[in-house]
């Protein structure tokens, strides 16, 4: 036996303050080296990462940088040639150049703008292409996160992570990417042409810089944080519509409709003062910005004058810098709003990051190609556990299931019989013990290859937006169509499969609304049948079905635990009295053991429950 477990910190509890510090905090991703980082308001780290995903794209990339080159020289050359119009042409009247370089000028122009389209279009796929790869990769996160990340965090603040805040990185990728790039190259770009002209005109010129440089820091200082905020009100937001919307029945039922509404109208108030904030302050930025420019063509007006007066510079000149100066302050403008829209996107990019950070939920080795089968012997050895570190759920737990047998788990709600489950699936792992699959530690399983040796069949029955083939296949994906009518009959689920008007192609709504509750169990049970497992779990449903479906579902239910080994969250007489053994568990522990008969005359907890069961027809 291996202790290595039982010295090392408890799994689950580890895996917990790792989700709670950081509400969540970003951990030790194998993928990205074992550095343990602080929660990353780290504007560099966060850009790195996404350069990351853009460098895969090198050549799009290379267009778009060279389109972007040459749609900023042609802008640049635009002013220097109107100057030399003026100058050469208009002021000398020789009208016979003014046309070929009027034609010039033009075709300056044309070229210009049709850079410009190559360029937003490669911008487009290029930026699409990279928030496809990061919607997958989060994607994908979501699917190896261990079950406990999922208890813990808000499931439409999830979904906010992988709709809004990666729109947020592609609307950025896609414009304020080019534009930041683009606004450097013409802010060096005229400035050197500027110099080119006049010394004296360019400090004139440039003199209102320092001002808005002063302005614009102090302005996106305050914009990113209300933005981050703004994004995290706009998670929240979504998280209640989702959560209300998922139980609506529960909302309607209660009559908190009003409740609701009042909540929700709470959190949209908070989204729209932050959003008003944000908004407000990035859009100042624009009027402020014009402003700062029409100030800068009076002064060059007026200097330019003065020079032009004393032939220092000529009246093409003065044109040209009012062109320059046009192109030198716009990308400073551009440069802070975009730099509004890049913090935001940033603080999007950041929390898809910091799920992408969390460790996933470890496999274990690698698991050879062919799983060999196994027998279905279930031994469960002074197990203890507890879902967080301070309260104890199971205690002391012991249990052996024979290849085969059937254990029907009973007790008082919350007692602990769900918990059992989940640490055989290794949803959780235990803290102390040992659970053994045919004498080999489940802790030193591949969990993939555990779970394959296990069927599930729970309470409320899942079913997936698609056909019924297609849920029932789900549980073998190679299986064939007769494959999948088979199971279905042999879970009892044909005969009621085909009388809807589509049969098998029937499609289902995600929710399975259009099935009722013992149809979707069958379905289930069929998609177990199909998948063949040694070891099976079923929770039995509670409520109510009808007489002749509950018929249907036990009879399936026992065709399918035929040959395995299998654990009943029992709450009918039938399925108790058939089982091998029965567990009572109560508070965490076993408490009484054995068959029907033998728990009957030990005239305890069982007993009671099943005199209660003549009065109820139920147990548990
Ligand atoms: N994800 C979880 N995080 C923290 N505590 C949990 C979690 N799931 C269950 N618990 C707690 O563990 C205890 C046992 O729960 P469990 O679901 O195993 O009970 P159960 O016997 O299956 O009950 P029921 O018959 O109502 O399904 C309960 O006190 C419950 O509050």
């Known amino acids: 036996m291996s202790t290595d477990h039982r010295s090392s910190p408890p799994q689950a509890n580890k895996a917990q303050a790792h989700f709670e510090q950081m509400g969540f905090r970003p951990g030790q991703g194998p993928h990205h080296g074992a550095v343990p980082k602080v929660r990353s308001k780290n504007t560099k780290e966060t850009l790195l990462r996404i350069w990351g995903y853009l460098k895969q794209q090198r050549q799009a990339l290379v267009i778009v940088i060279v389109c972007t080159a040459l749609t900023s020289g042609l802008s640049l050359l635009g002013p220097y040639l109107i100057g030399k119009i003026i100058d050469n042409h208009i002021m000398p009247h020789r ?56 208890d813990q965090q808000r499931h439409g603040e999830l979904m906010s992570r992988a709709t809004n805040d990666i729109t947020n990185v592609s609307n950025t990728l896609n414009q304020t990417v080019v534009q930041i790039i683009s606004s450097v190259l013409m802010l060096v770009g005229s400035l050197a042409m500027m110099l080119s002209l006049s010394l004296w005109m360019t400090l004139v010129t440039i003199l209102t810089v320092p001002i808005i440089a002063f302005l614009t820091k102090k302005i996106t200082k305050y914009t990113r944080q209300y933005f981050s905020t703004q994004q995290k009100q706009l998670g929240d937001v979504n998280g209640f519509v989702q959560e209300n919307i998922s139980g609506l029945k529960v909302v309607k039922v209660f009559g908190r409709e009003a409740k609701s509404v009042e909540q929700f109208r709470e959190m949209n108030e908070k989204l729209r003062t932050i959003g008003i904030k944000a908004q407000s302050l990035s859009g100042s930025m ?164 555990l779970r394959r040796h296990i069927g599930l069949v729970l309470q409320d029955a899942y079913v997936f937006s698609g056909t019924i083939r297609d849920n029932i296949r789900y549980g073998r994906l190679n299986a064939t169509d007769q494959e999948v009518e088979k199971a279905a009959w042999l879970a009892n689920a044909d005969s009621f499969i085909r009388k809807l008007p589509s049969g098998y192609d029937t499609y289902l709504s995600a929710e399975g609304g259009n099935l009722s509750q013992g149809q979707r169990q069958l379905l289930t049970i069929a998609r177990a049948v199909l998948a063949d497992p040694a070891i099976l779990i079923l929770d039995e449903a509670t409520s109510s079905v009808d007489t002749r479906t ?35 568990i109560q508070d965490g522990q076993i408490t009484e053991r054995g068959s029907h008969d033998e728990l009957l005359k030990r005239n305890g907890f069982y007993a009671g429950l099943h005199r209660h069961q003549f009065v109820q027809g139920e147990v548990g």
């Open 95 to 150: 009208l016979n150049g003014l046309l070929r370089m009027g034609w010039l000028l033009f075709g300056v122009y044309v070229l210009g703008a049709m850079f410009t389209w190559i360029q937003q279009y490669v911008a487009s796929s290029l930026s699409q292409h990279t928030v496809r790869e990061m919607r997958e990769d989060l994607f994908q996160q979501y699917q190896r996160l261990p079950i406990q990340f999922f």
């Open 286 to 449: 624009g009027p402020l910005m014009n402003a700062m420019r029409n100030l800068s063509f009076v002064v060059i007006a007026v200097f330019g004058g003065i020079f032009a007066y004393h032939e220092v510079i000529t009246i093409g000149i003065i044109v040209s810098f009012l062109n320059y100066a046009n192109q030198f302050s716009q990308p400073i403008n551009q440069l802070a709003n975009q730099y509004n829209l890049f913090q935001s996107a940033v603080a999007g990019a950041e929390r898809v990051f910091e799920v992408l950070d969390l460790e996933p939920e470890t496999l274990g080795e690698k698991e050879s190609a062919a799983a060999p089968a196994i027998r279905g012997e279930v031994v469960f050895d002074r197990v203890n556990f507890g879902y967080t570190s301070d309260v104890a759920v199971l205690k002391n737990v012991s249990l052996q299931a024979k290849p085969g047998q059937t254990i029907a788990l009973v007790g008082p709600t919350g007692a602990g019989k769900t918990t059992i489950i989940n640490l055989l699936t290794r949803f959780y792992d235990i803290q102390s013990g040992r659970i053994l699959i045919d004498g080999e530690e489940i802790q030193t399983m591949n969990k993939s290859a």
């Open 550 to 584: 509950e018929l249907h579902i036990q009879e399936a239910m026992r065709t399918l635990m035929q040959g395995r080994t299998s654990f009943v969250i029992a709450h009918r007489l039938s399925t108790i009295r058939e089982a091998d053994e029965i567990l009572v």
